[in-house]
């Protein structure tokens, strides 16, 4: 309890100080890995998975996360580097893409993905991963995107942003060689220039 009346505390200060301040990636490591970034729901524009041996992690000179909606599909993006924890040096950007039945007009529709549990091996979802300016769709063994709190968030009474938090993981062949990625966790807060609106 007294962890987030501090994370509350924390928040708060942010808030009166700059909105610039809410734009930035904030790590807080986990308890169990501090390469990885905590699971939270604060909207800290962090994310953070175990990629083999390494770490697929965000990071302050990339947005986070880009969300553009088309025609009933939604594109998740998460871009960041590939690395050590300790050294990050190469950039990745994956795309989960899934239907959703509710239009996403504007970012604060982004509330509908609350609690969605996505199956990324159904035949209407796909994954892709770009690295090195190359993009590929990836070949699926099994994965999960799981959207476990949104969140409209409102600053001195205006909608500011959408904070969406949650779970993923996937499993894949690479030239026909099985990788994965796990323990994977996002934190962002989404608004207009974060989300990308596409008709």
């Not at 610039?20 to 953070?48: M, Q, R």
């Not at 007009?105 to 300016?133: F, G, P, Q, W």
């Not at 909608?159 to 894949?172: A, D, K, P, Q, W």
């Amino acid at each position: 309890m007294k962890k987030y009346g501090l994370i509350a505390i924390f928040l708060l200060a942010l808030c009166s100080c700059s909105e610039d301040v809410l734009e930035k990636t904030i790590f807080i490591p986990d308890e169990n890995d501090s390469n990885l970034p905590a699971y939270t729901e604060w909207g800290y524009n962090a994310f953070g998975a175990k990629y083999e041996r390494s770490y697929f992690l965000a990071a302050n000179d990339i947005i986070p996360c880009k969300i553009v909606y088309r025609n009933g599909i939604l594109l998740f993006s998460l871009s960041g580097y590939t690395g050590t924890g300790y050294y990050n040096d190469e950039r990745m950007t994956l795309t989960f893409s899934f239907p959703i039945s509710s239009p996403i007009r504007e970012y604060s529709d982004l509330t509908a993905l609350h609690n969605l549990e996505i199956d990324l091996t159904d035949a209407s979802c796909e994954v892709k991963m770009e690295k090195d300016n190359q993009e590929e769709i990836i070949n699926l063994l099994s994965g999960q995107l799981f959207f476990k709190r949104t969140q409209l968030l409102r600053i001195d009474g205006k909608e500011n942003r959408v904070i969406l938090s949650g779970l993923f993981e996937v499993s894949f062949l690479n030239n026909g060689i099985p990788e994965r990625i796990s323990d994977g966790r996002f934190d962002l807060g989404i608004n207009k220039d974060f989300y990308s609106f596409v008709e």
